[in-house]
């Protein structure tokens, strides 16, 4: 069975300084993968995308970066926090095929608190 | 402009029938999806309906009349467990998902 992993749950950051999130998908290749965060009270904002290793969509303008090293991991990055940045980032990944839908999982989310 | 509208908050009592609604204007349609999101925790999902009709899974059932750019999501039975959000998500011509703000439900005793 598929699971998704992401780290740190929870997370304490004063502004300016850099964002590292990290997660990690088991029992499937080639997943599609995805960014979201969550303002408090708040539906999901789509940050970025992969179809693949290297392949990185953006859809949010900001200082926001994402990376995708290997297949089945998907990197959030920041060099310089801003408060607006706070929220709960939700990692998911979805079984591969453009032009094809599919549900996406969602990993148990990091919640960032900007200081 | 592609826009999800859902009820922000509704409140039901324990037992009874909810039906929380969505009504969507996107860019294309490729299907329409539930998830269910409960405080604090990633969301988790609910149904998916491409044609029009409805589906029923248990307790839950999902409504779509595309023509209308509408869909409902029911749920009958409703316990305390069932008190979270309800986010709306529809998959638009670039197979994207367009999500919705989400109803928060609460369920009274």
């Known amino acids: 069975s598929q699971t998704i992993h992401q780290w740190p749950a929870t997370l304490v950051q004063p502004v300016g300084s850099p964002l590292s999130l990290e997660c990690t998908v088991e029992?499937?290749?080639?997943?599609?993968l995805y960014w979201y965060r969550q303002a408090a009270g708040r539906g999901l904002q789509l940050l970025f995308y992969?179809?693949?290793?290297?392949?990185i969509s953006s859809e949010v303008p900001q200082n926001l970066s994402a990376s995708r090293p290997q297949d089945r991991q998907f990197i959030l990055s920041s060099k310089k926090l801003l408060l607006s940045d706070s929220g709960f980032y939700l990692c998911?990944?979805?079984?591969?095929?453009?032009?094809?839908?599919?549900?996406?999982?969602f990993g148990p989310g990091t919640r960032l608190t900007v200081t | 402009g592609q826009n999800i509208d859902q009820p922000t908050e509704m409140t039901a009592t324990e037992g009874a029938i909810v039906q929380i609604n969505c009504t969507y204007q996107t860019s294309g349609f490729n299907g329409l999806f539930w998830y269910q999101q409960h405080a604090g925790e990633a969301p988790t999902f609910l149904s998916y309906n491409v044609l029009d009709g409805l589906e029923e899974k248990g307790r839950f059932s999902s409504f779509l009349s595309r023509s209308k750019g509408y869909s409902y999501l029911l749920l009958k039975e409703l316990q305390m467990k069932d008190s979270a959000s309800y986010l709306c998500?529809?998959?638009?011509?670039?197979?994207?998902?367009?999500w919705g703000a989400g109803t928060k439900l609460i369920i009274k005793p």
């Open positions: 998911a990944w979805s079984p591969t095929g453009a032009g094809d839908v599919r549900e996406q999982y």
């Open positions: 992969s179809v693949g290793i290297g392949q």
């Open positions: 998500a529809v998959v638009d011509s670039n197979y994207q998902l367009i």
């Open positions: 029992g499937t290749s080639n997943p599609n």
